[in-house]
């Protein structure tokens, strides 16, 4: 399953290929952002800056999309 190197973090990982809707007060500062269960495998996306093609393609290939820890920041993930 994928997790952040650092932090441990496991349950949300964001990608950094989608710019965050800069319009839109309070955005969180990633385009993208997916959640995943406990076998790795991604459950929900949250759209903020990507199109729905978009995250098909992430959903369709998520280790390629899903690059960045939104907890820490870092980009060291292991898939
Ligand atoms: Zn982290």
Do not use: H
């Not at 994928?2 to 007060?25: H, M, R, W």
């Not at 969180?28 to 759209?47: D, V």
């Not at 098909?56 to 960045?68: I, L, N, V």
């Amino acid at each position: 399953m994928p997790y952040c190197i650092v932090c441990g973090n496991q349950e949300s990982l964001a990608s950094s290929k989608f710019p965050p809707c800069a319009d839109t007060a309070n955005a969180p500062p990633y385009g993208l952002l997916g959640n995943f269960n406990e076998e790795g495998c991604l459950m929900t996306m949250e759209c903020q800056g990507a199109s729905l093609d978009d995250a098909q393609e992430a959903y369709e290939r998520p280790e390629e999309y899903f690059d960045t820890c939104p907890l820490c920041g870092s980009r060291d993930i292991r898939w």
